[in-house]
C-alpha cells in the first residue's frame, strides 16, 4: 500500500487516520525469509507539521514464522511495530535509508516501512526455547525430541559457533 503525502504535505495543520490491510505475506532478506501471520490493520497517523514537514505513526502488530537458531525448528515471534515520529522532507536525512520508504514521488510505502521496523526489532537470537539442544551435527537429531549415541562435546561448541556466525550476519 502506497500513500500520497500531497495533501498531507500542503494543507496547513491536516490530520489524517487511515486503515489498512499488510499487504506483504513474507519478510524476506538476504538472511531471513519468514513467513508473516496473523496480520492486523495498519494505522497511519498523518499530521501536516509545517513546511515539508510532518508527523508519522504507525501501529500494527503480526507474527513471524522463524526458524530457531539451533534446531532449525518453526518458532512463532509476536511483532508489534510502533513508529512514532516526526519528519522533515526539506533536509537531507544523514541516513540515506532513512527516508527509502518514501518515494520520489511522494507517496510512503508502507511496506517498506514495515520492512525497516522489523528488521530494527528483530531479536538477536532465535530460539524454540531457553535451552533448546539444538540438532547433532553429525547425525542430524533433534536433541531436544531425543538424545543420539555420538555423545560428542565438540558437537556443542560447533552449534554454538554456528549460531554465532549466524547472530553476526544478522548484524549486517
Ligand atoms: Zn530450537
Ligand atoms: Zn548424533
Redesign the pocket.
Known amino acids: 500500500m502506497k500513500i500520497d503525502l500531497s495533501e498531507i504535505l500542503s494543507v496547513k495543520d491536516k490530520e489524517k487516520t487511515l486503515k489498512c490491510p499488510l499487504d506483504m505475506e513474507r519478510f524476506v532478506t538476504s538472511v531471513y525469509d519468514a513467513k508473516i501471520t496473523d496480520k492486523s490493520d495498519v494505522i497511519i497517523e498523518l499530521k501536516n507539521t509545517g513546511k515539508k514537514k510532518f508527523k508519522l505513526k504507525l501501529e500494527t502488530s503480526f507474527g513471524l514464522i522463524l526458524p530457531c537458531d539451533r534446531c532449525l525448528s518453526d518458532v512463532s515471534i509476536d511483532m508489534h511495530i510502533k513508529v512514532n515520529r516526526n519528519l522533515d522532507l526539506s533536509v537531507e536525512p544523514e541516513d540515506k535509508d532513512e527516508f527509502c520508504y518514501i518515494d520520489d514521488d511522494g507517496k510512503l510505502d508502507v511496506e517498506k516501512l514495515v520492512h525497516n521496523e522489523i528488521l530494527i526489532n528483530m531479536p538477536t537470537k532465535i530460539l524454540c526455547k531457553e535451552d533448546c539442544k539444538g540438532i547433532?551435527n553429525?547425525?542430524g537429531?533433534n536433541l531436544n525430541l531425543q538424545s543420539?549415541?555420538?555423545k560428542d562435546t565438540e558437537t556443542v561448541q560447533q552449534m554454538s559457533t554456528l549460531g554465532d556466525i549466524l547472530n553476526k550476519l544478522k548484524e549486517v
Open positions: 547433532c553429525r547425525c537429531t543420539c549415541d555420538c
